[in-house]
């Protein structure tokens, strides 16, 4: 069974950086496509970045190019998102996801992932 678990999220100001993990067991990632997305009160869930399944591509979303990058340990089968240059608007819970579907693309929609994780809430004041 896939299970995946983010950690790193937290309180933090304007401009701060964070490192947000997901670590994952029940498969091995080094293989598969995985993303970050991110979700406030009333609002449907964003796509923040992703990675494919070779790990030689990534993608951002416009708003954190330039301030987030999406990375992996397949040694730790662990997803990074390391956050820069916060802005009071990042606020949201994040969420990790992974495609066990085949496919070698850079996935950005919800419904291109299979497992999520339970989220880990970011907060930052300005």
């Known amino acids: 069974q896939v299970q995946l678990v983010e950690s790193g999220g937290g309180l933090v100001q304007a401009g701060d950086s964070l490192r947000l993990s997901c670590a994952a067991s029940?498969?091995?990632?080094?293989?598969?496509?995985m993303g970050w997305f991110r979700q406030t009160p009333g609002k449907e869930r964003e796509f923040v970045a992703s990675?494919?399944?070779?790990?030689?591509?990534?993608y951002n979303t416009d708003s954190v190019k330039g301030r987030f990058t999406i990375s992996r340990d397949s040694a730790k089968n662990t997803l990074f998102l390391q956050t820069t240059k916060m802005k009071p608007e990042d606020t949201a819970v994040y969420y990790c996801?992974?495609?066990?579907?085949?496919?070698?693309?850079?996935?950005?929609?919800?419904?291109?992932?299979?497992?999520w994780g339970q989220g880990t809430q970011v907060t930052v004041s300005s």
């Open positions: 996801a992974l495609r066990i579907r085949t496919g070698s693309n850079i996935y950005t929609g919800s419904e291109d992932y299979d497992y």
């Open positions: 990675i494919n399944r070779r790990g030689t591509a990534t």
């Open positions: 029940g498969r091995t990632i080094s293989s598969l496509a």
